[in-house]
């Protein structure tokens, strides 16, 4: 089973690498670029097959390194292998 | 308009980040975790309402400086205001 985790700031956290690429974006000319945000994304290989368990065990690695929780809040997908060949 | 950028290593690049997530999260006990990668998200706010127009531009923007086409791979999904409220 697959773990898609996304990871953000909270909205109201301040995003100094996110300013720096919508500066950057508007220093090459894309002056469309009114603001800017940057999370990460955490794609896991997990040898569990009950959807429950891994979701459980997903968030627990959440809050224990994957996101700080006083300033990121994150989303978990799970994917079935099966539905998603390599 | 808001563009969601997911910018991964490629296939087959060598993720050292993703491998030290993996090698952390089993240190901790998580050990069905057999493999990790890392990859980013940029949200950016568009003063642009034309789809075409601005994925044509958020493209430039990935080649120019948001990704490193070498070595990495993007998608972009375009969300009109309208259907994402904040």
């Known amino acids: 089973m697959k773990a898609i985790i996304r990871v953000d700031l909270k909205p109201g956290v301040l995003d100094p690498q996110g300013q720096a690429v919508a500066q950057a974006l508007r220093g090459l000319g894309f002056d469309e670029v009114a603001d800017a945000r940057q999370g990460k994304i955490i794609e896991l290989d997990l ?7 891994a979701r459980e065990r997903v968030e627990a690695m959440c ?3 994957l996101a700080n929780p006083v300033i990121e809040r994150f989303a978990i997908d799970l994917v079935a292998e099966t539905d998603a060949p390599a």
Do not use: F, I
Not at 47 to 53: C, K, N, Q, Y
């Open 47 to 53: 040898d569990e097959r009950d959807p429950s368990r």
């Open 63 to 65: 809050q224990r390194l």
